[in-house]
Each structure stands twice: as structure tokens, then as C-alpha cells.
């Protein structure tokens, strides 16, 4: 087998399955090697079924940590339906602390509906949306800013055509009580985790949990929560499994808007990014949001950004280092869905 994605999973298969799924790839160091990715599946009766997933950007690890914490807790006894729980989706980029893999450079979450004769990337995607995707109601797929990024803990949606998988969705959202999240606008064709999750007949979740490429206890205190209140909500688990009390500090939710180019500023050159606000903030158009300095050039005064859109500063850019093309800060719309 030198294609395609090997694995032995039987989704009518009662009680607890665990292993690797594995991905043959011929590499210098080892003619035969397999790129193995980790799985737990649990599934006890009839019932709803969901699936966990964090990796597919390799830098971004509360979905990592949590989930695959969640997979040493959590039992066939203590679930009603299936559980399928993917903590490193991509792991090369897991191993390399890197967003895209390093074996073919893939994002994955630009990579669906992926190719199951492409690249390792390509094919874990297809994997993921033809056949994990599609034997699941719900997908939970865990995200950061990553490396180079700063995110407001949110949770994340992407429109349905299907008026009431739309709502259902909003519905476990809010189910899962964060104080911010963004329904995305990316259409039936999107490349994304949440794309393929739509094609394949699924309610696709999904959030940014923070960013730096790092964790914070807050960070991992607000995953926990995410997934814990998800649980309960399908009625999948009775009560908190990663230990955060269910019901507790629960605000009203403002849902977000990106959808247009001015919400954010973009470098048109090298600079050195300065930020005037950081992540959470309400801003005004008109109002500052950074400095733009050249370091290549000391005397010249650094050049004063503002923002051309009202809003709430959803992310910013961590590396101060900045090129053509670099996304600097973003303000999103607060709206009512
Ligand atoms: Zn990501």
C-alpha cells in the first residue's frame, strides 16, 4: 500500500477502540514509514455521535492537551452513543510545532475535500470528510491562533444552507456559553474542517481557544468548559468530564461578523508592527490601532495605523516582524443573528 489512509476503525463496533490511523509515506529515513495518527473511539448504544478533533493546525494546543487528557479519562460506562476523538489531526505539523506539515507544507484546513491519492495532507482530509465526518451528527474541530497570532477566545460557526442545521448549531453553540462567537461566511465549497463538516451532512463547531502558541490557564480552563458543556448538551456524557462545573459563569453570548477586507489591516511592505490595542478591545473607525515602524530606515517617523471599521479586536499579529501581505489586526462587527 503506498496511498491512501490505513485504518481499522468499525463505527457499528460497540465499546472502546483505540489505535492509529496510518498514512504511508516513503521518506529518506524510512523506505516504509507511516505517518500515525492517534485516535480513541467509545461508543456505548444508540445514541448521538461526535466527534473531537485538534491537530489540523499543528501549533495551536489547547485542543491537543485537552482532548487527548480527555482520552485517558473518559469511559465506554460514563458516555450514551459514540465518541471519536482525533487530538492531532495532523500530526507532522503537531511534531514540528508548526501550523502546515512539514513533509508537504499542507494547511489543513484549506486542504478539503482533499485527494486520496494526494499528499498525507490532502489524504487525511479526504479521510476526515468522507468517512469520519459523515459518521458523525457533530463535529467539535479545536483551534488557536497559532504562532504567530493572538485570538479572542471564541467560538466559531460557518453559515448553513439548511435553515435547521443552521439553528442546531447556534443552538449548541450557545449551549456551550462563551462570551464571544463569529458565524464565517465561507460558503458551500470551503476548504475548511467546517466545509467539509457541512458536506458531509454534519453540525460543524469549531473556535479559536488562544494563540502564541501557547496555553494559558484561562485558555485551557475555557476549552475545558467548551468541551465539557458539549457533552452534556448532546447528552452524550451526564456530567463535566475535564472538571469544570457545567452552569457555572455563564454571560450573554455577542456573536461576531468578518466578513468584509476593511475589517482588517494589512501590511503592504516590511515593517515592525506596534499594536495600540490588544485582543477584546471595542474600537471605534477612525480609531488608532497601531504604529507601522521601519527599522531598515531609523529616521523616518513610524507611520500611525487606524482602523477603518467599529468593532471588537478579534486577533493581532505577534510577531512584530511584518511583511507584505501580513494580517496586523482585525475588528469584527458585533450583530445579532
Ligand atoms: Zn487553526
Redesign the pocket.
Given at each position: 500500500m503506498h496511498t491512501g489512509l490505513v485504518h481499522e476503525i468499525d463505527f457499528a463496533a460497540e465499546g472502546r477502540q483505540s489505535g492509529y490511523l496510518a498514512i504511508p509515506y516513503s521518506i529518506d529515513r524510512s523506505p516504509y514509514y507511516q505517518i500515525k495518527i492517534p485516535y480513541l473511539r467509545l461508543k456505548n448504544g444508540n445514541g448521538p455521535s461526535l466527534l473531537l478533533m485538534a491537530g489540523?493546525?499543528g501549533d495551536?494546543y489547547e485542543g491537543e492537551l485537552q482532548l487527548t487528557r480527555l482520552m485517558r479519562r473518559l469511559e465506554v460506562s460514563g458516555i450514551r452513543g459514540s465518541v471519536t476523538i482525533v487530538p492531532m489531526a495532523n500530526v507532522p505539523a503537531v511534531m514540528a510545532a508548526r501550523?502546515c506539515s512539514p513533509f508537504d507544507g499542507g494547511n489543513m484546513?484549506r486542504a478539503f475535500p482533499g485527494d486520496p491519492a494526494g499528499t498525507p495532507t490532502a489524504r487525511m482530509a479526504h479521510f476526515l470528510e468522507t468517512l469520519l465526518f459523515a459518521n458523525h451528527d457533530v463535529i467539535f474541530d479545536i483551534?488557536?491562533?497559532?504562532t504567530s497570532m493572538a485570538h479572542l477566545p471564541c467560538l466559531l460557526i460557518e453559515r448553513q444552507t439548511d435553515p435547521a442545521r443552521h439553528a442546531r448549531a447556534l443552538e449548541l453553540l450557545r449551549a456551550m456559553s462563551p462570551s464571544y462567537a463569529f458565524i464565517a461566511d465561507n460558503g458551500p465549497a470551503a476548504p475548511t474542517s467546517m466545509g467539509a463538516a457541512a458536506r458531509a451532512g454534519a453540525i460543524g463547531l469549531s473556535g479559536?481557544f488562544g494563540g502564541g502558541a501557547t496555553v494559558t490557564p484561562e485558555s485551557m480552563a475555557f476549552t475545558a468548559q467548551c468541551i465539557d458543556r458539549l457533552l452534556v448538551a448532546l447528552g452524550v456524557t451526564t456530567g463535566p468530564v475535564l472538571g469544570t462545573p457545567a452552569g457555572s459563569d455563564r454571560r450573554p453570548l455577542q456573536l461576531l461578523s468578518l466578513c468584509r477586507h476593511s475589517q482588517g489591516i494589512y501590511a503592504t511592505r516590511r515593517g515592525w508592527f506596534e499594536p495600540a490595542v490588544d485582543v477584546g478591545a471595542t474600537v471605534a473607525a477612525g480609531e488608532v490601532a497601531g504604529w507601522y515602524h521601519d527599522l531598515e530606515r531609523p529616521e523616518q517617523a513610524e507611520e500611525t495605523l487606524h482602523f477603518a471599521e467599529a468593532g471588537i479586536v478579534i486577533s493581532r499579529r505577534l510577531h512584530t516582524d511584518s511583511q507584505a501581505g501580513d494580517c496586523l489586526i482585525q475588528v469584527a462587527e458585533p450583530i445579532d443573528d
Open positions: 489540523n493546525h495551536e501550523r484546513n483551534h488557536a491562533g497559532g479559536e
